[in-house]
């Protein structure tokens, strides 16, 4: 998703650049699978052996939101959905009360089209899985959310007891956690002295400081092509996110269904297949950059801007259907676009 470093070049007799090369710490890589994707952290200007360990702290800190926070294997959140689908109230922990208050202060900033309360039909469309079967929902089950469809905003929280008003409300935060982890990480990787690195989580990206004085360079991924569509230089706090319908997605009939959801339709959203958003630097960059994308990528044509501006976003770049680019004027500035120049449409 990114350009890798490249580290010295090593040139016969210019033992200068040579000795140079030797006093800058090497560039550290730490890689993991967690989150259902690939997962990376560089770290540039501090000895490996301190690299090494901030960058395991994170990827152990990942593993824990991991299994804590997984929607489908068992853990305290589908033991929270279980209590939901049975009409229980359940008692819940600091952290996933303020999980659920901020997940529901941004479902309510996109106007519900993201909405992490829907994991019932998530499932119903065979999203609660590792493996997607080309297999449409059960009719009338669909057709039994849709008379009842259910949003995170029927969660209450009283003390530290969570309810809901309708069973069929079900946690899935797979649209929002990529990008909490994202600000965890830096917030840790600064607090172990770490001022310079690119964290990675199946592409959303966020930079700390700069890679030896120069920008962390990242790649927007393709959404039919194999490698990058263009190129962005982040700077220090930045973050960007991607929504995608080339990752986890089923094909039937001619026609690709993703797990991109439009709550209002019971339905995965077809007229979009990637929204790239770029943040600046905040201490919730990260989290926004993952959850904003959604919204806007279920918006789609002829609504996408209005949902831009509707929850503060103003660097986007979003390809349609039939593959055709439309960016921000913000964030054309700072693309460097690969191969052929494409056709584009620069808007406001």
């Given amino acids: 998703m990114f350009k890798r470093y490249r580290s010295c070049l090593f040139l016969l007799g210019l033992l200068s650049a040579l000795a140079g090369c030797d006093r800058t710490p090497a560039l550290v890589q730490q890689e993991s699978f967690v989150f259902g994707t690939r997962v990376e952290i560089l770290v540039a200007g501090v000895p490996e052996a301190q690299a090494r360990a901030a960058a395991a702290g994170v990827l152990q800190e990942f593993d824990r939101l991991h299994r ?36 529901q202060a941004l479902a309510r900033l996109g106007g519900y089209r993201f909405d992490p309360g829907i994991g019932h039909l998530v499932k119903l469309w065979g999203f609660h899985s590792d493996e997607f079967k080309p297999r449409l929902p059960d009719p009338a089950a669909l057709a039994a959310w849709r008379s009842k469809p259910a949003s995170i905003a029927q969660l209450r929280i009283e003390g530290d007891r969570l309810s809901s008003s309708n069973p069929l409300v079900a946690l899935d935060f797979g649209g929002y956690l990529k990008g909490v982890a994202l600000d965890l990480a830096a917030a840790r990787l600064r607090q172990q ?28 991924q393709h959404p039919r092509q194999p490698g990058p569509l263009a ?27 993703s797990h991109l959801l439009d709550p209002a339709s019971g339905a995965p959203a077809e007229h979009t297949q990637a929204v790239t958003v770029l943040l600046p630097p905040g201490p919730k960059a990260g989290t926004l950059s993952d959850a904003l994308s959604k919204p806007i990528f279920i918006a789609g044509p002829g609504h996408w801007q209005e949902a831009a501006r509707q929850v503060g976003v103003n660097q986007v770049l979003r ?24 056709a584009l449409e620069e808007v406001p």
Avoid at 72 to 88: D, H, I, K, M, T
Avoid at 231 to 257: H, K, M, P, V, W
Avoid at 320 to 342: E, M
Wanted: net charge positive.
């Fill in 68 to 103: 804590t926070y997984h929607a489908w294997q068992p853990s305290e959140l589908s033991a929270v959905n279980e209590a939901l689908a049975a009409g229980r109230s359940i008692r819940v922990g600091p952290e996933m009360r303020a999980f659920i208050r901020e997940a």
């Fill in 319 to 342: 390809v349609d259907t039939d593959g055709r680019i439309q960016v921000s004027r913000a964030l054309r500035a700072r693309l460097t676009f690969l191969g052929k120049p494409p």
């Fill in 193 to 220: 002295g770490i001022h310079d690195a690119l964290i990675n989580i199946g592409g959303n990206v966020m930079a700390l400081g700069n890679k030896y004085g120069k920008p962390w360079k990242v790649g927007i």
């Fill in 231 to 257: 190129t962005l230089e982040l700077r220090d706090g930045e973050a960007i996110g991607t929504s995608g319908d080339y990752q986890r997605y089923f094909e039937l009939d001619g026609r690709r269904y």
